[in-house]
């Protein structure tokens, strides 16, 4: 049985940085398949500091696979802010990325969960 992944920024910096052995086992296993969203790529494009970090992301990147926004995505992510941006600070990113995986029904991976766990329907993987 194949089990889907979105992946939070957090989660690739770690990998990236050597510090995430469990993503990095997963990224072995056949029976798991790991997405990003252009969102996620975006926030670790633009925390590369030199052409070295860019190139090590990029490389990193090829390994997931891409979830696309959609206007289904978008419409979830606009309600996610009407309702969360006053109450919690939800910050236009991270409202995307829930509705992301929202829209997909896929668990999502991040270290993050408070920023995250008042969304209903929003599935946060637990390892």
């Keep these: 049985m194949n089990k889907t992944l979105l992946c939070d920024t957090c989660v690739i910096i770690d990998l990236i940085n050597e510090n995430d052995l469990l993503l990095s086992k997963l990224l072995k296993e ?5 997405f990003v969203n252009s969102i996620i790529e975006m926030e670790l494009l633009q925390g590369v500091h030199n052409k070295q970090e860019l190139k ?3 490389q990193k990147l090829t390994l997931f696979h891409r979830l696309e926004i959609n206007q289904d995505i978008l419409e979830t992510a606009t309600d996610l802010v ?10 236009l ?3 995307i ?3 992301t995986a929202m829209t997909y029904d896929v668990p999502f991976y991040t270290y993050n969960k408070r ?9 946060l993987w637990a390892h």
Excluded at 115 to 123: A, H, T
Aim: glycine fraction near 4%; hydrophobic fraction near 40%; charged fraction near 25%.
């Design 82 to 91: 009407k309702q969360y941006s006053l109450s919690h600070q939800l910050k």
């Design 93 to 95: 990113a991270d409202a």
């Design 30 to 34: 056949e029976h798991f398949t790991l």
């Design 115 to 123: 920023d995250f766990r008042y969304f209903s329907g929003i599935r």
């Design 56 to 58: 090590k992301v990029e």
């Design 97 to 99: 990325i829930a509705a």
